[in-house]
Structures are given as C-alpha cells and as structure tokens.
C-alpha cells in the first residue's frame, strides 16, 4: 500500500484537536520537523565521510503554549504499548540544573528532555505540548532526530530567543540531547538535514568539517520510493561498534586519522601487509562509498539521473558483500525495485539489518515499482513516494 502522506497543515489541525482534548485549552506555538531518507553516503558519518540525506515530507509536528510554574506536560499521540501517552515533569530549579534534568519517565520522553537540557541560549518555560506525528517509528526514516529538531524549534518560539544560534549549533545540541539521553551514538546527519533540508534539494553534508551544500534535486520526473521492509533483525547490538572499530583498526593500520583520507592505493597496501579480510573489505566499503557519495553529488548538480541511480545500487552492493549490514528482506526490495523498467537505482538506506530501501524511479513507473514488490515480498512493506522537501520551521498559528 502506497501510504497516503498528510500535509503539514491537516497533521498541525490534529495536533491541535489533541491539545484542545487533552489541556481544555488553545495552544499558540506550532513547529514542525522532518524525517529524513538517506540517498547515498552510508558507514561513512563516523568515517569524517560525505552523506547525501534529503528531509521528507513526513514531519513530526508539536503544538503546545507556555505556562506559567515549572510544570512541563507533554502528549504524544503515538500509542506505545508499555508507555504512558502524557507525562508531566518540573523543571529543576534553580535554573542552572535544568542542563542536568533526570530521564525518569516515559522512554519517548527523554529525548524531548535531552534537548531541554541542551538548549542553548534562554532557559525554556514551563509548557504544554502535544507530538504528533507522520515519520514512522523506529523505521529509520529518523523519527528521533524529526522530534529532537521540533523541541528545538518549539522553545526557540516559546523564549522567542533572540540570541544567534547557528543551525550547526542547534544540530549538535540536538545531536548531544540523543547521545545524552537516548543513549544512541548517532552521527550528525540527521539532525541536520532536519534543520536545513530545503524542498527541491538533497544536502550535501561533509562530516569531517560539518559543513554541507544544498543540492538541486527537483525533476518533475523523478521520484523517490522509499519502501520500509518493517523487519527489524534484533541483533546483539554489537553490530554498530564492531563495523566502527574495525573501521578505526584500518585508518590506524594506515596511520590515517580516518579512513576519510585512505584510498584504493591503501586496500592494495592493507592487503600487501596481510591484514584481516574483514578489515579490508570494511575500508574498501567506506573508501569506495565517500568517492560514490561525492560523485553522485556531482551527477545531481547536473541532472543526471541515470549515473546517480547506477551509484546508489553500486552502494547497496558495497553494503550488502563489504560491509555485511544488510539482510535478505533488504536484498529482495532492491532486486524486486530493479527489475522493473525505468528504475535508476536503488539500495538499503539506514544503519542495516532491516529498516527501508530507497530507489530512484521515474515517475510514470512508481506504480509499476509498488505492484513488482507487493506481488513477490514475503513481507508487509510501506510505500512512501517523496519529493525533497523542507527543513523545521515555526507555523503560524492562528489562535496566537
Ligand atoms: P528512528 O529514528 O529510525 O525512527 P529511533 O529508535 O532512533 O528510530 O527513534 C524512535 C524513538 O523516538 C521512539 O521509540 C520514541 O521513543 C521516539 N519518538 C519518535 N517520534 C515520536 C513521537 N511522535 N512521539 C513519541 N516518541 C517519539
Ligand atoms: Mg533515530
């Protein structure tokens, strides 16, 4: 099923029917925040590497009004099974120890707390506040950083700080708030594609200086399919450290700060000194997938699809024999995806092991895409067809 995406501004009017339930009250303060799909560029954020994300019409919007006291209430329209939907917690006091706010509570919870704790400028009020939201969960499609990017984006309307704060600034705060809280080690990326995705344009982020370009990316005939396996391979967590250490074990075998300034030259090297052939096949990956994600950074800036599509499937073939993090739910999306005429490309998008495939197809062809898949994967996938879109912004409210 090709999943009906809602706009911006039906999913703010049901944040706000929510609120109006839930606080018997009018909230004055509307944000939202998107998801994001990553197009190529994958392993490579801890590797000081290039990644190419674009923000996706799926946002998470919060609408909520500032109180007086020190009482933050929040709702959430998702339904957890083990979790409360609302919670309520004071802000410490005195104020300084709002930056060491406890994590008791829901699990949802925290990440709006961790980004409370790191908020630069003005000390946030009390509040109420409601999360709604069209990002899938836990899909890979970067729900965390859409609501950590949307707290953020709500108290900067709530202290209506004046204080300039880069974007980059706001990113790592929100970064800091997911490593802190949630205790994930994520990159940068998603954080900042949801701060400055702009629609019509892929983003460009280099790790290593934390900088990035806005792409143009916006062809009346092209589409990205993103199409979520909703598998989820529990492993045994080890996966992630294991691919960075290796990662790490390589640069440090080719007295390299990271594996951002290796090249092939260095594989035949790592080879020549008899190294492990899980390490080389790991560099091999990150090596080859930095000069693929600014190539087709390249192939972007001049429209040409084609090439940008053969990148990103030479990546999931990378991801999938080198770097050993996808699965056969993974492999078939992408085989079922390429079999169809008129698809550029297509690969595993996210961390691994389960989450979505994005591919690259012409327009007219989507459909084609959709019915390949549904007739031959065993599973239950969620279509989603995007366009790049925009990054967090405030919305009017009108009730202000
Ligand atoms: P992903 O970022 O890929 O969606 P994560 O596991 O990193 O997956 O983040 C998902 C978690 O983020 C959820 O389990 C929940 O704790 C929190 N979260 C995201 N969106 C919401 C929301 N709308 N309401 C409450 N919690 C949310
Ligand atoms: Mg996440």
Redesign the pocket.
Same mark, same amino acid.
């Given at each position: 099923m090709v999943a009906e995406i809602k706009s911006i501004d039906q999913l703010i009017n049901e944040a706000k029917t929510a609120f109006r339930q839930q606080f018997k009250d009018e909230p004055n303060v509307a944000v939202y925040a998107p998801?994001r799909v990553n197009l190529i560029g994958e392993h490579t954020d801890y590797n000081d590497g290039f990644v190419m994300p674009m923000a996706l019409p799926l946002v998470?919007v919060i609408v909520g009004k500032k109180m007086t006291g020190n009482d933050v209430t929040i709702y959430?329209?998702?339904d957890?099974e083990n979790e409360e939907k609302q919670t309520t917690f004071e802000l410490p006091q005195p104020t300084a120890l709002i930056r060491a706010i406890n994590k008791d509570g829901p699990?949802?919870?925290?990440?709006v707390k961790g980004v409370i704790a790191n908020y630069i400028g003005n000390i946030p009020s009390a509040f109420n506040a409601v999360?709604?939201?069209s *990002?899938?969960?836990?899909?890979?499609?970067?729900?965390?950083?859409?609501?950590e990017v949307a707290t953020y984006t709500f108290l900067d309307q709530l202290t209506s700080s004046k204080t300039k704060v880069s974007v980059n600034d706001k990113a790592l705060a929100c970064q800091k708030a997911?490593h802190e809280y949630?205790g *994930?080690p994520?990159g940068i990326m998603?954080q900042f594609i949801s701060f400055m995705g702009k629609e019509g344009h892929a983003l460009l982020i280099d790790c290593r200086h934390l900088t990035s370009i806005l792409i143009p990316f916006s062809d009346q005939n092209v589409v990205i399919l993103i199409t979520n396996s909703n598998v989820k391979h529990e492993l045994t967590g080890s996966e992630y450290s294991s691919r960075r250490k290796q990662c790490e074990e390589a640069a440090m075998l080719l007295k390299k700060v990271s594996l951002r300034d290796a090249n092939m030259d260095d594989i035949k090297y790592l080879e020549s000194i008899n190294t492990g052939k899980e390490i080389v096949s790991r560099a091999r990956h990150v090596i080859t997938e930095i000069t693929r994600t600014t190539l087709a950074a390249e192939m972007l800036k001049q429209r040409n699809f084609c090439k940008f599509g053969e990148l990103m499937t030479e990546s999931h073939k990378s991801l999938r024999l080198d770097y050993e993090v996808s699965c056969p739910e993974l492999d078939q999306l992408v085989d079922l995806a390429l079999e169809v005429d008129g698809v550029l490309g297509s690969r595993m998008t996210?961390g691994g092991f389960g989450?979505c495939t994005v591919t690259l197809v012409y327009s007219q062809s989507v459909q084609k895409v959709v019915d390949n898949i549904k007739n031959k994967y065993k599973g239950q996938p969620t279509f989603y067809v995007c366009k790049a879109s925009s990054g967090a912004s405030a919305v009017p409210c009108s009730c202000k």
């Open positions: 998801g998470t959430t329209t998702f957890f699990k949802w919870a925290v990440y999360i709604h939201s *990002v899938p969960l836990g899909g890979g499609l970067s729900s965390s950083a859409a609501l997911e949630a *994930v994520c998603d996210g989450g």
